[in-house]
């Protein structure tokens, strides 16, 4: 699983333990923690939090870039799709959720899910389903509408009646 790590790269040691504490150990638990060779990681701040939360590390190996392979696949994606996003160097920091959000809710060919879904297990709550999809119940007919609406719309009738004799 790839966990944003907003901001890990221009931080140091604390700043990844905190980023690793709240964005992956609270939300998801980790058995073990797959990382690069990269002295964030290396840490003192790292390898004690590891050990407290009884979390094994495995360090990736220079001589077998392969290892790596799909996590460089996932950052071209990722650097793909702030090209065709970013209007501005500013802009891309602000885009990496969004981008991070599409990648988490797309369907996994091989899983036949998205990682949202192997997660959480359930669908992800899309605003395309709300605007596109139309609701399960909606009534075949005008008259089957209009009859489902009567009782209702009654009720809502009497209550106004009501209220207007009270302001009286």
Not at 4 to 19: H, I, M, V
Request: charged letters at 20%; a positive charge; aromatic letters at 10%.
């Amino acid at each position: 699983m790839c966990i944003n790590l907003r901001g890990s790269f221009y931080n140091y040691n604390e700043k990844t333990a905190d980023l690793l504490y709240h964005n992956l150990f609270m939300m998801f638990g980790a058995r073990t923690l797959l990382s690069n060779r990269e002295s964030a990681f290396k840490s003192s701040f790292v390898k004690t939090l590891c050990s407290q939360l009884g979390t094994s590390q495995i360090f990736t190996s220079s001589r077998h870039p392969q290892i790596n392979s799909k996590a460089e696949s996932f950052n071209k994606n990722i650097l793909d799709s702030l090209r065709t996003r970013c209007n501005s160097d500013k802009d891309w920091l602000s885009l990496l959720s969004t981008i991070a959000f599409s990648f988490r809710t797309t369907v996994v060919k091989s899983l036949g899910v998205s990682p949202y879904n192997v997660v959480f297990n359930r669908k992800p709550h899309l605003v395309v389903d709300e605007l596109l999809l139309l609701p399960e119940n909606l009534p075949k007919t005008a008259k089957a509408y209009f009859d489902a609406m009567k009782p209702k719309l009654e009720i809502l009738r009497e209550t106004v009646r009501q209220n207007q004799i009270q302001s009286h």
